[in-house]
């Protein structure tokens, strides 16, 4: 690459980076300018979280943390060392990035935002109460304390129960007959059956003829007696051994189905386990506390006419709307309780603040009580960021991963006011983004590449904004500066039309639509207008039954999930016409390919089988006689024994958190010596696996299998990609681009459904360009693609367009333009029709 194009900036003013080489970033020096905000831009994988993530803001909390005792330092999340030789002039850094954390059915909007502390001290000091009860402290309004956490539901505000009719699903087997289906299969079960002959009772008649009173006790008591166990013997036979006080097998302690199941939900670490006892358990309502957490005499506090539970299940605009009456009021003449007055207008015009924070960022839809596991990454992130401007630090430097992802156009431009709040507080704002209006807002851009992985990696810009202009070898300065870029091409004629009628789900109230097929139809709108509970939600339920084709349900591995599950609620309406042209449904969303680094991108796009399959059939595996399955590190034959396949190894620290090392006997390759022996062009199993899918495609060059799914992967714009690449290490939109690459490679059908949200997050214009040519490929060939998308030259490029809303939550809902393009530009009532202009 030509030498790059930087500007030099004040040196008394800037952090100066030198010899940056973490990830694929290749010695690179850079000049950043402070109290500014400085967007990293280039393509997918190019290095541009590298640089902002892995090298300035590991190196500035590695510097903190080193200021800290070890006891502290244990109780923050770290990131690694960076490889980097010097990095001087760097402030303390705050990283805002799209993580979710650990899932927990206990966090919230509120809990994240701090509002909920606001809230439960508003109802402590200015709450009324009933008369003659006491003041609770703050304590009591949190579900999360001893104080306030109702004792039914322990503060969730759901029960977790089993019943009769699940435990035991078919009431004509006996208990031999494993009529209990909730008891642990093979020896469990068995042990459990074998205690209840030891009992007296006959497991040799249908479960419906057992006396209600022995069915209860059975599956419901707490009570768990240890009794002699006498295996292999009939019932009879045991009846005689225990008059005979003979010497039993062993001394077995009974459980009921349901402790059983409860038992085994709240305390197994088997995925397996969990996964089988859920489907015995049923949530619902507490009906202590009627969902809302909280001890009775908490609730019956309340504030503008409402618990603490009902406001908390307001929309942050309504929350607003209830505030603000309070939070100007002053103490009035004959006011027998001035002092409340004044803690009511003060707690109240704080809470307000921090409210109207948020919902200047587009997130007035969103309620206090609103679980995170049910928030998009980009909303989290936008909450922490409105709870930043109103901690009113200075000097620091906030670094953001795509705020602006998740966001309509007209959203966006309140994002960047908040951005300029930060900055004007005297703060660097260093932001990795791909969204035009950010970037052309930036004072400072450094371009990141020019390509990915092992061709990206180097400075290609370093300056203001118009210096990209003339830089030829950046992607970025192509799309911005040059109209062309991306041609506009006519809009196709649908072929026909899906009718919806009547469609009920979250915000959506009976609404009818028409879904163009054989087109790219765009559905559009502002957050939380309803899109996704139209097209993700809404379409896909109603097809997928249509085709007789079941709902793919994750399996819940802890209280939260299975929370997330309960709380979804259920779809309306029905399909009026147009299933005839709908053969075939594929929904590519944005979750995880797998929990486990034992997923990876190989192993998922089904590549893997066929790598296996070459190194099993080479001379030196078949005189040892290896099969395919000595080739995965799933099976004990082939893998480290040490790590057990997973090349790594949790290495306890005393004062420190556990940390993860590679496998000291593999050195992470995953594999036993012997299996890595095995070559196939010079290259043993690990070495392929750490190829990344450019170079596995020039290695298998030969393999039309291998290739067939390489080439996938590329028209996605994945190949910096290692195949070995963990499930654990891709983002949403990257594991996205690995489901479609998978149902690309695929013998293309017509008639096929496919339907994905949001399929642009985190991805470059210029891979936005390759990702279009995929999809019009798939409408080319007789499919019918339908998305949910925010960015604006997608939308442009379509041949339809729905746009839902106007606003969000209880705004939205209802379409407010749709046709081509060009049509719903010129709407007056829709707030993306101004975006759609070029």
């Known amino acids: 690459m030509d030498k790059p194009k930087t500007i030099p900036c004040d040196p008394d003013h800037c952090i100066q980076v030198r010899g940056a080489r973490v990830h694929n970033l290749k010695n690179i020096d850079v000049d950043l300018p402070r109290n500014a905000l400085v967007v990293f831009t280039g393509i997918s994988g190019s290095g541009k979280s590298s640089l902002a993530f892995g090298t300035l803001f590991a190196e500035s909390q590695r510097r903190y943390l080193d200021s800290v005792s070890p006891y502290a330092r244990r109780l923050i999340d770290q990131v690694g060392e960076p490889d980097v030789d010097a990095i001087d002039g760097l402030p303390p850094a705050v990283a805002l990035q799209q993580q979710r954390g650990a899932p927990s059915a206990r966090s919230s909007v ?41 004792p039914r539901c322990h503060g969730i505000g759901r029960v977790f129960e089993v019943t009769e009719e699940l435990l ?186 921090r409210v109207e924070a948020l919902t200047t960022l587009g997130l007035g839809y969103l309620s206090l009580e609103r679980s995170t596991p049910t928030l998009s990454p980009g909303e989290l992130q936008r909450l922490r960021l409105a709870t930043q401007i109103r901690s009113q630090l200075f000097g620091v430097i906030y670094v953001l991963d795509e705020p602006s992802a998740g966001l309509h156009p007209s959203d966006t431009l309140a994002l960047l006011g908040a951005l300029d709040e930060l900055k004007g507080a005297g703060n660097s704002l260093f932001v990795v983004e791909h969204d035009d209006s950010v970037i ?84 559009t709108g502002v957050s939380g207008s309803g899109k996704s509970s139209l097209v993700a939600q809404a379409l896909v339920e109603l097809v997928g039954d249509a085709l007789g084709q079941k709902k793919s349900v994750e399996t819940p591995s802890d209280e939260a999930e299975l929370l997330e ?3 979804e609620t259920s779809t309306g309406g029905r399909i009026a016409d147009g299933m005839a042209g709908v053969r075939r449904l594929v929904t590519v969303d944005q979750k995880p390919i797998g929990r486990t680094p034992r997923s990876n991108l190989a192993t998922y796009t089904g590549l893997f089988g066929h790598v296996r399959r ?31 396949g997973a090349g790594f190894v949790s290495v306890e620290l005393l004062f420190l958190p556990s940390v993860y090392a590679p496998c000291p006997v593999c050195q992470g390759q995953r594999y036993n010596a012997k299996t890595l022996e095995i070559t196939y062009r010079d290259k043993n199993i690990a070495d392929v696996l750490d ?148």
């Open 614 to 644: 070459l190194f099993a059939a080479t001379p030196k595996a078949r005189a040892r006689r290896y099969d395919v399955g000595r080739f995965s590190f799933n099976v004990a034959k082939g893998r480290c024994p040490n790590c057990e």
């Open 440 to 523: 052309r807002h930036a004072d400072w851009i450094v371009d990141i590449g020019p390509d990915a992985g092992t061709h990206g990696g180097e400075v290609v810009y370093n300056g203001p904004i118009e210096g990209l202009r003339d830089v030829k070898a950046s992607h970025t300065g192509r799309y911005l500066f040059l109209a062309d870029a991306i041609p506009v091409r006519p809009a196709r004629e649908p072929k026909g039309w899906l009718k919806l009628d009547g469609v009920t789900r979250n915000n959506l109230r009976g609404l009818d639509v028409a879904f163009p097929l054989g087109v790219l139809a765009t559905v």
């Open 168 to 353: 035991v699903p078919d009431d004509s087997k006996t208990i031999r007959e494993r009529a209990v289906a909730a008891w642990p299969p093979a020896w469990g079960g068995q042990n459990l059956r074998d205690i209840l002959v030891s009992l007296g009772h006959d497991i040799d008649i249908p479960w419906r003829d057992l006396p209600q009173e022995t069915r209860d006790w059975i599956l419901f008591t707490n009570e768990t007696p240890t009794v002699p166990v006498y295996a292999g013997l009939t019932p009879a036979q045991t009846r005689v051994a225990q008059q005979r006080d003979m010497a039993p097998s062993y001394m077995g302690t009974f459980s009921s189905a349901e402790r059983y199941v409860l038992h085994s939900f709240a305390t197994t670490q088997s995925h397996r386990t969990k996964k089988r006892v859920s489907q015995f358990m049923q949530i619902s309502e507490c009906p202590d506390c009627d969902g809302k957490k909280l001890k009775r005499e908490s609730l019956a506090v309340t504030f503008a006419g409402l618990d603490i539970g009902a406001l908390s299940q307001l929309t942050l605009s309504e929350l607003a709307g209830r505030l603000r009456q309070t939070a100007i009021a002053a103490p009035s003449e004959g006011d027998q309780h001035p002092e409340q007055t004044i803690v009511a207008q003060r707690i109240a015009s704080d809470i307000l603040a």
């Open 565 to 567: 599950q309960e709380l």
């Open 691 to 838: 190829l990344t899918v450019e170079q596995a495609h020039d290695f298998f060059a030969d393999d039309v299998a291998i290739l067939r799914a390489l080439d996938a992967l590329l028209q996605v714009g994945l190949g910096y990609l290692r195949l070995g690449q963990p499930a654990t290490e891709l983002s949403g939109g990257e594991a996205q681009r690995i489901k479609l690459a998978t149902e690309l490679q695929r013998a293309t059908r017509s008639d096929t459904l496919y339907i994905l949200d949001e399929p642009t997050t985190g991805l470059h214009a210029a891979d936005v360009t390759m990702l279009m040519a995929q999809l019009n490929g798939l409408v080319e060939a007789g499919n019918s693609v339908i998305l949910v998308e925010h960015n604006m030259r997608v939308a442009r490029n379509s041949d339809w367009i729905i746009d839902i809303g106007p606003g969000a939550g209880s705004d939205g809902g209802a379409i407010v333009a749709q046709g081509t393009p060009a049509n719903v530009a010129k709407s007056k009532a829709s707030r993306t029709a101004p975006f759609l202009v070029p």
């Open 110 to 150: 509120g809990s994240v935002t701090t509002i909920s502390n606001g809230l439960r001290m508003l109802y402590s000091r200015a709450g009324k109460y009933p008369r003659g009860q006491t003041i609770l402290y703050a304590d009591a309004f949190s579900p999360n304390t001893p104080e306030g956490a109702c």
